[in-house]
């Protein structure tokens, strides 16, 4: 589907997107809990949706309802090929728990998915006596458990998401285990995990993020847990709001440990005037300035990071795009290619991204199937000298369903 949007003003009150990457977590959570847990205000975008297919592959009874999602966990395996969709988190987190099971499990995905190397999944898993194998370095993966615990050793320069996935099964193993990280990166989001780990009942040390020490034989504790605001997607409204608007982003927990929570600081540094409350913040069209900024902790930031960035006097230096190769596309040039058809100059530079400001020009842009593009497209749309016309603008059902929408009603105009 081909969207386009109209230079536009935008005002009004917005609440914030569920968070997809709290409602994964507590999925898997929830299904390796004997009992039923309760996900209050869930997020249902695909990639949530897919962790849901998931658990019920693995034994899981879901129950979705408009406010609240019920989840009884389950040890009764239900089918033997499961797909993840397109998300990253899900071939990662689920692969080590589908490894609890001695059948024989194919973990398999969809479009972009299938491009992203799984070898570091194969190789962790096989530390751990887990027969894994995949297809030349990529989907699908075959495993057959169970995983009984170990030591093992990972590389988290790259993702943190399998981190989460043996910290969510290894309690669960026969023996203790043992994690060592090299060189981990976005360590809020391991924060994350420990938290919902440590209302589950489950007990994990930590320490200083390069070794994982976890009991086996553990229990998870069914659990009533609410998912906070996604700050991964309130950034492109916060965005919104300082190229060209007057809008309060509700339902945001401003003491969250999602690394997203950053694009705060980034739009201070820019000079964006934004108030900043227990559960909203509130922020108005300013004159900006480049900035600089350290991403390499919240590469998701690095599209609404870009928008910003061009209505930003100056050039604009965001460093982590090492964190950028294996996305939904491969960011760095996607961003370079496609916002230089709004005459947006990108210079990309080791591990640093230039970005120099201005107005940017209408024009015709692809998504990649990438969501986060596709947002930033829109947003950047707001301020520019022309429309903006984004092909295959569908693609934000993986995160954010409701993003168009909430971006019409706060006054942007957009055809589809």
């Given at each position: 589907?081909?969207r386009?949007v109209?230079?536009?003003?935008?005002?009004?009150?917005?609440?914030?997107?569920?968070?997809?990457?709290?409602?994964?977590?507590?999925?898997?959570?929830?299904?390796?809990?004997?009992?039923?847990?309760?996900?209050?205000n869930?997020?249902?975008?695909?990639?949530?949706l897919?962790?849901?297919?998931?658990?019920?592959?693995?034994?899981?009874?879901?129950?979705?309802?408009?406010?609240?999602l019920?989840?009884?966990?389950?040890?009764i395996?239900k089918e033997?090929?499961?797909?993840?969709?397109?998300?990253g988190?899900a071939?990662?987190?689920?692969?080590?728990?589908?490894?609890?099971?001695?059948?024989?499990?194919?973990?398999?995905g969809?479009?972009?998915?299938?491009?992203?190397?799984?070898h570091?999944?194969?190789?962790?898993l096989?530390?751990?006596?887990?027969?894994?194998?995949?297809?030349?370095?990529?989907?699908?993966?075959?495993?057959?458990?169970p995983?009984?615990?170990?030591?093992?050793t990972?590389?988290?320069?790259?993702?943190?998401?399998?981190?989460?996935?043996?910290?969510?099964a290894?309690?669960?193993?026969?023996?203790?285990?043992?994690?060592?990280?090299?060189?981990?990166?976005?360590?809020?989001?391991i924060?994350?995990?420990?938290?919902?780990?440590?209302?589950?009942?489950?007990?994990?040390?930590?320490?200083?993020?390069?070794?994982?020490?976890?009991?086996?034989?553990?229990?998870?504790?069914?659990?009533?847990?609410?998912?906070?605001?996604?700050?991964?997607?309130?950034?492109?409204?916060?965005?919104?709001?300082?190229?060209?608007?007057?809008?309060?982003?509700?339902?945001?927990?401003?003491k969250?440990?999602?690394?997203?929570?950053?694009?705060?600081?980034?739009?201070?540094?820019?000079?964006?005037?934004?108030?900043?409350?227990?559960s909203?913040?509130d922020?108005?069209?300013?004159?900006?300035?480049?900035?600089?900024?350290?991403?390499?902790?919240?590469?998701?930031?690095?599209?609404?990071?870009?928008?910003?960035?061009?209505?930003?006097?100056?050039?604009?230096?965001?460093k982590?795009?090492?964190?950028?190769?294996?996305?939904?596309?491969?960011?760095?040039?996607?961003?370079?290619?496609?916002f230089?058809?709004?005459?947006?100059d990108?210079?990309?530079?080791?591990?640093?991204m230039l970005?120099?400001?201005?107005?940017?020009?209408?024009?015709h842009?692809?998504?990649?199937?990438?969501?986060?593009?596709t947002?930033?497209a829109a947003?950047?749309?707001?301020?520019?000298?022309?429309?903006?016309?984004?092909?295959?603008?569908?693609?934000?059902?993986?995160?954010?369903?409701?993003?168009?929408?909430?971006l019409?009603?706060?006054g942007?105009?957009?055809?589809?």
């Open positions: 589907m081909e386009s109209e230079p536009s003003e935008v005002k009004g009150s917005v609440k914030a997107p569920s968070s997809k990457s709290v409602t994964q977590r507590v999925i898997a959570a929830a299904l390796l809990a004997d009992g039923q847990s309760i996900i209050r869930p997020s249902y975008c695909d990639d949530s897919a962790a849901m297919s998931i658990a019920v592959g693995l034994g899981a009874k879901v129950e979705p309802h408009p406010d609240e019920r989840i009884t966990g389950s040890a395996l033997t090929k499961l797909n993840c969709g397109e998300s988190l071939i990662r987190m689920f692969s080590p728990i589908a490894a609890l099971y001695s059948a024989e499990i194919t973990m398999n969809a479009n972009s998915l299938k491009k992203r190397p799984m570091m999944i194969e190789e962790a096989s530390q751990l006596g887990v027969k894994c194998t995949s297809s030349a370095g990529f989907l699908p993966l075959t495993i057959e458990g995983i009984t615990g170990g030591k093992c990972i590389d988290g320069s790259v993702s943190s998401q399998l981190l989460t996935g043996l910290l969510m290894l309690p669960l193993a026969e023996n203790d285990s043992e994690i060592t990280v090299s060189n981990l990166k976005s360590k809020p989001y924060d994350l995990t420990l938290s919902i780990l440590q209302a589950y009942g489950i007990e994990i040390h930590n320490d200083d993020y390069r070794v994982f020490r976890i009991p086996g034989r553990q229990k998870f504790i069914p659990h009533t847990f609410n998912a906070e605001g996604d700050w991964s997607g309130a950034a492109f409204l916060l965005v919104a709001g300082a190229i060209k608007g007057n809008i309060s982003v509700t339902g945001l927990n401003t969250s440990s999602q690394s997203d929570m950053a694009i705060l600081q980034a739009l201070e540094k820019a000079g964006a005037q934004m108030t900043v409350a227990d909203k913040v922020i108005s069209r300013s004159e900006l300035k480049a900035f600089e900024f350290d991403a390499t902790d919240s590469p998701d930031l690095f599209p609404p990071l870009v928008a910003l960035a061009a209505y930003c006097s100056g050039t604009s230096v965001i982590g795009v090492s964190r950028l190769k294996y996305k939904e596309s491969n960011r760095a040039e996607t961003l370079k290619n496609e230089g058809k709004m005459k947006v990108i210079e990309l530079k080791e591990d640093l970005v120099t400001g201005g107005q940017p020009q209408g024009a842009i692809e998504s990649h199937d990438d969501h986060r593009i947002m930033a947003v950047a749309a707001l301020g520019a000298s022309g429309s903006i016309y984004i092909r295959d603008s569908h693609c934000v059902t993986k995160s954010y369903p409701g993003f168009f929408d909430d019409r009603m706060l942007a105009i957009v055809h589809e």
